[in-house]
């Protein structure tokens, strides 16, 4: 399993950003997907898994109406579209399978950091 995460950045509250996580290693259509995160001092945090096919699609409260999952299959690639971010979603966001708090089924992660 190879994952690797890009598109974070410093962003302002109220901004957005769109996650990617390139996948590779294994067959990525056949699977469903999680993006976790971890805030400095506390614990990973599951946040959204979309289904194999990217039909089916589950957030944590903490998210809902704010984040969007999807996949590209074709391209072997998850991304989440962050929208209205707060403070409080600063973060190191990591793509993973299943079982996702497993170190070796995610990525290195990308930095989020909403500030103004």
């Known amino acids: 399993v190879h994952l690797a995460e890009s598109g974070g950045g410093l962003v302002q509250p109220g901004g957005s950003l769109r996650l990617s996580c390139a996948a590779s290693g294994f067959t990525f259509s056949g699977f469903p997907m999680n993006w976790v995160r971890q805030a400095p001092d506390k614990e990973l945090e599951w946040i959204a898994m979309i289904g194999p096919d990217g039909h089916s699609k589950y957030y944590a409260d903490s998210v809902k109406g704010r984040f969007t999952v999807s996949r590209d299959n074709a391209k072997n690639t998850l991304y989440l579209r962050l929208n209205n971010l707060k403070a409080e979603d600063t973060a190191m966001y990591f793509c993973?399978?299943?079982?996702?708090?497993?170190?070796?089924?995610r990525g290195q992660g990308t930095q989020v950091t909403v500030s103004s």
């Open positions: 993973a399978k299943d079982p996702y708090r497993d170190p070796s089924n």
